[in-house]
């Protein structure tokens, strides 16, 4: 699959690297193509660089890994259109500036105010809730990490579904993009407890089962 990821910082470069090494082609693209951030993170990962618009053009499917505040900035006209009609992995949080707090929730959330600027592209919520530092480590202990995966286009939502499982992550439907709102809570306790209560960020949610 040809994969752009947008957004060069730990979970777009670690995103980068996992689907690198399973055989995906994968174009790293940042705001700046010339950010040294940029080339370092493909070293890094193995990927090729691109601008946004030539990256997103490109490929069959984009993952948005940037700072949340940082869309507007990424999302322009240009790689708007490029990306209609193809699918979007929201990884974005709407994390306060400390990340010690969310910056919207309740009634709407970051997932669904990136769907509102992209009309015509099928918008998945994942990725969110898993810590840069585990993406390489999808067991933690002897447990997959769950990988909820939320969006309203339900062929769109299986194929973000079945590159989790991929990944080796316990990829379960999340239901629709709303319950995006759900899920951005969700990272903000993990990041409470890593950082908060002194947890450490190899730490991850599971879902049990009977």
Not at 35 to 40: E, G, K, M, N, Q
Not at 41 to 60: E, F, H, K, P, R
Not at 180 to 188: F, I, S
Request: charged residues 15%.
């Amino acid at each position: 699959m040809k994969i752009a990821v947008i957004g060069a910082g730990n979970v777009g470069s670690a995103l980068a690297t996992r689907f690198n090494e399973l055989g995906h082609e994968v174009v790293l693209a940042a705001s700046s193509p010339s950010s040294p951030r940029l080339a370092s993170a493909a070293a890094t990962s193995g990927a090729a660089t691109a601008t946004v618009v030539d990256a997103v053009t490109a490929a069959d499917l984009a993952v948005l890994a940037v700072p949340f505040g940082a869309v507007g900035d990424v999302l322009t006209d240009d790689v708007q259109a490029a990306l209609a009609g193809k699918v979007l992995v929201d990884a974005t949080n709407p994390l306060t500036a400390d990340y010690m707090g969310l910056t919207v929730g309740h009634t709407t959330s970051a997932g669904e105010q990136v769907a509102e600027r992209l009309p015509d592209t099928h918008v998945v919520k994942a990725f969110n809730t898993v810590f840069a530092a585990t993406l390489a480590t999808p067991v933690l202990g002897d447990a997959a990490q769950l990988l909820p995966v939320a969006g309203d286009d339900q062929d769109a939502k299986q194929l973000v579904i079945g590159l989790g499982q991929e990944l080796g992550f316990d990829a379960v439907d999340a239901g629709p993009l709303s319950n995006a709102r759900y899920l951005e809570p969700a990272v903000e306790l993990l990041i409470q407890l890593a950082y908060g209560q002194g947890l450490g960020e190899k730490i991850g949610l599971h879902l049990a089962r009977v």
